[in-house]
Each structure stands twice: as structure tokens, then as C-alpha cells.
């Protein structure tokens, strides 16, 4: 256990559909991500929260939409995907980034989500 | 715009052969390196960082890489691989004061028993 839990593990949506993905932290981090993981990529970056604020979002389509009520609990909702979207989709988390120490991030097992 | 370049996509050794695999980065400041691995149905997690100071480092079961700093490279090294390290391999690399992780495409590693 790394100590970031995520729930799904497995989720299978039509593309109608609405889901949300969630992602748990108890380490203390301030900082949590969203990855996207397919076949033959490197991993993607979707979006960044630091205290609970989006600091980046890498040019990901509306249909995903964060959310980071607080900065434990990170959610990714998910509307009118498309099959391309089928991926692993990993949240991490690590130290706050604003002290300038590049700590390691630390990975959930992910949702391994499929579009139909 | 930074990227990291893993050389291998898909690597095939038989048990108490020696690795290596390669990682290249783009970036012209300083960074910090990772490698991070991911074993089958498992989370990513971290095989071994370098921020600075001595640049060969030593992770866990045995891996090291080596930080040379004129070719942007973090080649990951084992003298001799286990059945028990076939996996997906990331490099990834921070610039130094920053947060995004900047990941390769990975290499996956299976060893043959």
C-alpha cells in the first residue's frame, strides 16, 4: 500500500454515461495529480492541485472534470467519454512542491476504466 | 519543451543477465531524476531518485543508475536480473524547483526463467 487509494479499480461506462473516479491521500501531502496511462504513451499529465487549488491543467477536454474539495480527497468526473479515453488513470500525490523539495510522488493502483 | 526519451520499449532477458536501460532527458537546467517501476497488477512506486551529490545511486533489490549529466542521462543498471523483475520501467525527471513530473513511455522488462 502506498498510502494513495483509488476507487474504482475497474469501471466500465457507456459514453452517455456520468462517473466519477476518486483518489484518497493520508500522507500529509498538499500537492495530488491525475495521470492518464495508455498503451505505447508516456504518461500523461491531466491536472494538478496544490492545496486544493488547480494549478495546471494539461489541455485536457472538458469532458473530465476535477474536482479537490480538500487536500486528501482528489475526484476526476467523467462525461460523455469516448472510446479513446479508455486508459488507466493514476492519481499521486507528493510533498508540497512550493518548499522547492522535489519529493517523489507516490501512485495509487489506479481505475482501469473502459468506454463502450 | 521537456521530454524524456526511454531507448527501449519492450526488453527480453533470460535470469543472471545484466541490464541496462536507457533514459534520456531534454531539459537545460538542473533536474531531479527518478525511476519508478511497475510490476504486474501493482501501483507505480519509486526504484530510486537522485537530486544531487554522488551520481551513481543505488535503489532498492539491487538497481542503480547513474546521473551523467553531460548526455542528459539516468541509465538504469542490474548485474543480474531476477525472474521477479519483469516489469514496466519509468524514467522521470523534475526540473529543479518544480513539481511536474515529467514522465518516459516506459520499457517493459520481462525475464525468463
Known amino acids: 500500500e502506498t498510502g494513495v487509494t483509488q476507487t474504482p479499480r475497474h469501471l466500465v461506462m457507456g459514453m452517455t454515461n456520468k462517473k466519477s473516479l476518486k483518489c484518497e491521500q493520508h500522507l500529509g501531502h498538499n500537492a495530488m495529480y491525475w495521470y492518464k496511462q495508455s498503451a505505447k504513451k508516456p504518461l500523461e499529465l491531466m491536472f494538478v492541485y496544490n492545496f486544493k487549488e488547480q494549478t495546471e491543467n494539461n489541455s485536457v477536454p472538458s469532458r473530465f472534470s476535477p474536482e479537490c474539495p480538500n487536500s486528501s480527497h482528489l475526484f476526476l468526473h467523467l462525461h460523455t467519454l469516448q472510446p479513446e479515453d479508455s486508459a488507466l488513470y493514476l492519481c499521486?500525490?507528493?510533498?508540497?512542491?512550493?518548499?522547492?523539495?522535489?519529493?517523489?510522488?507516490?501512485f495509487g493502483q489506479g481505475t482501469r476504466l473502459t468506454v463502450v | 519543451a521537456q521530454s524524456v526519451s526511454q531507448h527501449n520499449h519492450h526488453v527480453i532477458l533470460s535470469e543472471a543477465a545484466s541490464l541496462e536501460l536507457g533514459c534520456n532527458y531534454s531539459y537545460g537546467g538542473t533536474v531531479n531524476l527518478f525511476w519508478y517501476v511497475q510490476y504486474p497488477g501493482q501501483h507505480l512506486q519509486l526504484l530510486l531518485k537522485y537530486f544531487s551529490g554522488d551520481p551513481l545511486v543505488k535503489g532498492i533489490k539491487g538497481f542503480e543508475a547513474e546521473f551523467i549529466k553531460s548526455k542528459f542521462s539516468f541509465n538504469l543498471r542490474k548485474p543480474s536480473v531476477q525472474w521477479s523483475d519483469t516489469a514496466e520501467y519509468f524514467c522521470?525527471?523534475?526540473?529543479?524547483?518544480?513539481?511536474?513530473?515529467?514522465f518516459g513511455a516506459g520499457t517493459r522488462l520481462f525475464v525468463k526463467a
Open positions: 499521486a500525490s507528493s510533498q508540497d512542491p512550493d518548499t522547492g523539495m522535489n519529493t517523489e510522488a507516490f
Open positions: 522521470a525527471v523534475i526540473p529543479t524547483g518544480g513539481f511536474k513530473t515529467i
